[in-house]
């Protein structure tokens, strides 16, 4: 599976972005599906994932209330949702494709075997 993440880009604090992840497949609907960030200095971490069929969904500590995950199987598309952006948020926003079981979400980066290219988050203060 192929994944392009899109939609990052320079934006104020308190302000908002819409992250966009297609896929190349049409099995797409067979993985879970994650977003993570790294910063520059800093290891990846874990921010957002969603279950196979979009209904279970689980966040960072550090993002929720925040962040929204959401999917359409049929567009071959995941997005995060952010708002009330911080610039502690600035970081390579990556998505990657967990192979799970069915209504269960993977938060482990171990677990995700296909990886976008990123798209950069900067949030000025």
């Known amino acids: 599976v192929q994944l392009q993440a899109s939609g990052g880009g320079l934006v104020q604090a308190g302000g908002y972005l819409r992250l966009s992840c297609a896929a190349s497949?049409?099995?797409?609907?067979?993985?879970?599906m994650g977003w993570f960030r790294q910063a520059p200095g800093k290891e990846r971490e874990f921010v957002a994932a969603?279950?196979?069929?979009?209904?279970?969904?689980h966040y960072a500590d550090s993002v929720k209330g925040r962040f929204t995950m959401s999917r359409d199987n049929a567009k071959k598309t995941a997005w995060l949702q952010t708002s009330a952006l911080k610039p502690e948020d600035t970081a390579v926003y990556y998505c990657?494709?967990?192979?799970?079981?069915?209504?269960?979400?993977?938060?482990?980066?171990?677990?995700?075997?296909?990886w976008g290219q990123g798209t950069q988050v900067t949030v000025s203060s």
């Open positions: 990657a494709a967990a192979r799970a079981v069915s209504g269960s979400v993977a938060i482990r980066e171990h677990q995700y075997v296909f």
């Open positions: 497949e049409h099995t797409f609907s067979n993985y879970a």
């Open positions: 969603i279950s196979r069929g979009g209904t279970i969904t």
